[in-house]
Nanobody
Framework: QVQLVESGGGLVQAGGSLRLSCATSERTFSSYHMGWFRQAPGKEREFVAAISWSGGRSHYKDSVKGRFTISRDNAKNTVYLQMNSLKPEDTALYYC??????????????????WGQGTQVTVSS
């Protein structure tokens, strides 16, 4: 069982930045592809970004391209989501997740068997 713990959420003004972290003690972390998802109140969970086990490949939701950057440090068993130029519509509970499924499945939450508890991001206008 892979346990994931997110941190770094908070309240920020529009145009500001936050960096989310997702850490695990799982020794096989470097063998998993990692994803970030979010869920706003009253909306379905949606894909935000994903990164391959090596960090060499990443995918993004169109609306966050150029503003968000996903990265990972396998030596620290941690994946990051740097969020810049935040907008009120980015307000959501952000989750990290782990999968062994290849890139074609990254945008689907059902591809990820392991999830964190989430960290809240609130962007004020």
């Amino acid at each position: 069982q892979v346990q994931l713990v997110e941190s770094g959420g908070g309240l920020v003004q529009a145009g500001g930045s936050l960096r989310l972290s997702c850490a695990t003690s799982e020794r096989t972390f470097s063998s998993y592809h990692m994803g970030w998802f979010r869920q706003a109140p009253g909306k379905e969970r949606e894909f935000v970004a994903a990164i391959s086990w090596s960090g060499g490949r990443s995918h993004y939701k169109d609306s966050v391209k150029g503003r968000f950057t996903i990265s990972r440090d396998n030596a620290k068993n941690t994946v990051y989501l740097q969020m810049n130029s935040l907008k009120p519509e980015d307000t959501a509970l952000y989750y990290c997740a782990a999968t062994a499924v290849g890139p074609t499945g990254w945008r689907s939450g059902s591809s990820y068997p392991y999830w964190g508890q989430g960290t809240q991001v609130t962007v004020s206008s």
